[in-house]
């Protein structure tokens, strides 16, 4: 093994194998990290919504919950198979950015009320009476949810260019 100055990144080849080995389980433990907080953000949006319209909703047990979490992804894909033509069509198109990034909004948010619309349709055991109320709540927590994450960064980078 070749000897390394400390300014060097080690290469994968360059570690032994307890090291590998370690850098495995790690990165397995951050992307099971990473997977237990998207679970968990989903359940509590799931629960939120549930929650709210409780008088809606109707669940045979329990495991219906763990369905609509599971369901979130296949639902959400099929329902953005739907959104991406439209909105590679608006990309092509020759208006403003800001009328681009208004329908993208839109494109958004239109994608997430399918994707609820589906999991709702699609999850075992849940009835739901009208189930376009659900899916507007859910929408209108995913943007409220978006807004807070860009007010929070747009925090951080004024933050980080007053400090430099």
Same mark, same amino acid.
């Given at each position: 093994?070749?000897?390394?100055?400390?300014?060097?990144?080690?290469?994968?080849?360059?570690?032994?194998?307890?090291?590998?080995?370690?850098?495995?389980?790690?990165?397995?433990?951050?992307?099971?990290?990473?997977? #237990?907080?998207?679970?968990?953000? $989903?359940?509590? +949006?799931? &629960?939120? /919504?549930?929650? @709210?319209?409780?008088? !809606?909703?109707?669940?045979?047990?329990?495991?219906?919950?763990?369905?609509?979490?599971?369901?979130?992804?296949?639902?959400?894909?099929?329902?953005?198979?739907?959104?991406?033509?439209?909105?590679?069509?608006?990309?092509?198109?020759?208006?403003?950015?800001?009328?681009?990034?208004?329908?993208?909004? #839109?494109?958004?948010?239109?994608? $997430?009320?399918? +994707?609820? &619309?589906? /999991?709702?349709? @699609?999850?075992?055991? !849940?009835?739901?009476?009208?189930?376009?109320?659900?899916?507007?709540?859910?929408?209108?927590?995913?943007?409220?949810?978006?807004?807070?994450?860009?007010?929070?960064?747009?925090?951080?980078?004024?933050?980080?260019?007053?400090?430099?």
């Amino acid at each position: 093994m070749e000897t390394q100055r400390p300014d060097d990144e080690p290469t994968w080849a360059s570690l032994s194998t307890p090291e590998k080995v370690s850098a495995a389980l790690a990165m397995t433990a951050l992307g099971l990290g990473v997977l #237990a907080a998207v679970v968990t953000v $989903t359940l509590a +949006g799931i &629960l939120v /919504v549930a929650f @709210f319209s409780s008088n !809606l909703i109707e669940a045979d047990s329990a495991s219906s919950v763990g369905w609509a979490v599971v369901l979130c992804l296949p639902c959400g894909l099929l329902a953005s198979a739907f959104g991406t033509p439209v909105r590679l069509a608006l990309r092509l198109t020759a208006i403003s950015d800001r009328t681009k990034r208004g329908a993208d909004t #839109a494109i958004s948010a239109a994608t $997430t009320f399918l +994707g609820a &619309l589906l /999991v709702e349709s @699609f999850t075992p055991g !849940l009835h739901v009476e009208h189930p376009w109320l659900p899916a507007l709540l859910a929408t209108l927590l995913a943007a409220l949810a978006n807004l807070v994450i860009n007010h929070i960064e747009r925090r951080k980078g004024r933050r980080s260019s007053d400090a430099s």
